[in-house]
């Protein structure tokens, strides 16, 4: 999900709701330690979900070494869209979501984030 805003718990709510339906089974969700993943109306929206249907793995606060996510963001920004001069807002989120979907067609590349000798949270 890409935004020209930032995500506030109603879009995360609504980026849950989009991984369920699309993918139809148990979601195991890896959260930083964001304020926006411990709002008052996300929790309240979790507690209605039948139990089971997420999963929560909470990594402590201030810990980019333990997420994998930053690993996407590196590799997006110092190889994928780096060095390019977009004109307006619309073609850098154009040139962001065309860089995602081949990252998200390597299932390699995805695999060696979580390998990363800087990721402390897990190997696979």
């Known amino acids: ?27 195991l969700i890896i959260w930083d330690g964001a304020s926006i993943h411990d709002s008052q109306q996300l929790r309240n929206w979790l507690e209605e979900l039948p139990k089971g249907k997420i999963y929560l793995v909470q990594q402590p606060h201030y810990s980019p070494e333990l997420n994998a996510d930053e690993q996407v963001w590196s590799h997006l920004k110092n190889y994928k869209v780096k060095n390019q001069c977009n004109q307006n807002l619309k073609e850098l989120h154009k040139k962001t979501v065309q860089a995602l979907e081949a990252m998200k067609a390597n299932p390699m590349l995805i695999m060696a984030f979580f390998k990363h000798p800087d990721l402390g949270f897990m190997t696979i």
Do not use: C
């Open 1 to 27: 999900m890409v935004r020209n805003k930032p995500f506030d718990s109603q879009a995360i709510i609504e980026y849950l709701e989009y991984l369920m339906e699309q993918l139809d089974r148990k979601l």
